[in-house]
């Protein structure tokens, strides 16, 4: 059985865990649901109490947990041009926390990571693509084709824009995302990790989490 209080036993008390709806993008006021994504399926946010970093090993264990059906694991945090980046790992549908709602993304342009994708691609927000610039000065969203991932530098690095995502909140549509390995370096934090998103096996278990 999937439950915050088996969760807590499994890593002690050094954890804070947050259950929150998962809103789809139709309720989050932007357009058509990701299918992949039940309505008002409930995802527990796992943290480190403290509100520091948990090691990497911790998204393993608790993907061991019986009934977990995905949990991913995300990395925050600011580079020194202060852009606001996640650290991903490549899924079918990615989640961002907004205040007591967790946000699912949807590709609107271009598209999602994918394996064996690059160190430096990049999928970025929707209002970031609008208010930003690709390396060479123009838009990223006219720049940005099937055939041509616009470059763009962050953090004193070379990225390649593979998608915007939106979410409908304007808020959480102004930040980047990366792959999470890359996020480690370019944030230094090698083997550390905000946080995971656990999402129940089924609806059915949903109650369990």
């Given at each position: 059985?999937?439950?915050?209080?088996?969760?807590?036993?499994?890593?002690?008390?050094?954890?804070?865990?947050?259950?929150v709806?998962?809103l789809?993008?139709?309720?989050?006021?932007?357009?058509q649901?990701?299918?992949?994504?039940?309505?008002?399926?409930?995802?527990?946010?796992?943290?480190?109490?403290?509100?520091?970093?948990?090691?990497?090993?911790?998204r393993?264990?608790?993907?061991?947990?019986?009934?977990?059906?995905?949990?991913?694991s995300?990395?925050?945090?600011?580079?020194?041009?202060?852009?606001?980046?996640?650290?991903?790992?490549?899924?079918?549908?990615?989640?961002?926390?907004?205040?007591?709602?967790?946000?699912?993304?949807?590709?609107?342009?271009?598209r999602?990571?994918?394996?064996g994708?690059?160190?430096?691609?990049?999928?970025?927000?929707?209002t970031?693509?609008?208010?930003?610039?690709?390396?060479l000065g123009?838009?990223?969203?006219?720049?940005l084709?099937?055939?041509?991932?616009?470059?763009?530098i962050?953090?004193?690095?070379?990225?390649?824009?593979?998608?915007?995502?939106?979410?409908?909140?304007?808020?959480?549509?102004?930040?980047?995302?990366?792959?999470?390995?890359?996020?480690?370096k370019?944030?230094?934090?090698?083997?550390?990790?905000?946080?995971?998103?656990?999402?129940p096996a089924?609806?059915a278990?949903?109650?369990q989490?």
């Amino acid at each position: 059985m999937l439950t915050k209080k088996a969760i807590r036993f499994l890593f002690a008390s050094a954890l804070a865990l947050t259950v929150v709806p998962s809103l789809s993008f139709r309720e989050a006021g932007a357009g058509q649901a990701p299918p992949t994504v039940p309505r008002g399926t409930m995802i527990i946010q796992v943290r480190a109490r403290d509100g520091g970093l948990l090691p990497e090993g911790i998204r393993a264990r608790i993907r061991g947990v019986q009934n977990v059906g995905r949990a991913e694991s995300f990395l925050e945090g600011v580079t020194t041009d202060k852009v606001r980046v996640i650290g991903v790992e490549p899924a079918s549908v990615l989640h961002f926390r907004s205040g007591n709602e967790a946000l699912a993304a949807i590709i609107v342009q271009g598209r999602g990571f994918e394996a064996g994708d690059a160190p430096e691609a990049m999928l970025v927000g929707k209002t970031f693509a609008q208010s930003n610039k690709t390396a060479l000065g123009l838009s990223i969203p006219a720049m940005l084709t099937k055939d041509h991932f616009p470059p763009i530098i962050v953090g004193g690095q070379g990225f390649a824009i593979v998608g915007i995502y939106a979410t409908g909140d304007p808020k959480t549509d102004d930040q980047v995302l990366v792959l999470l390995a890359t996020a480690q370096k370019l944030l230094r934090q090698p083997g550390r990790l905000s946080g995971v998103y656990v999402t129940p096996a089924s609806p059915a278990s949903a109650d369990q989490v």
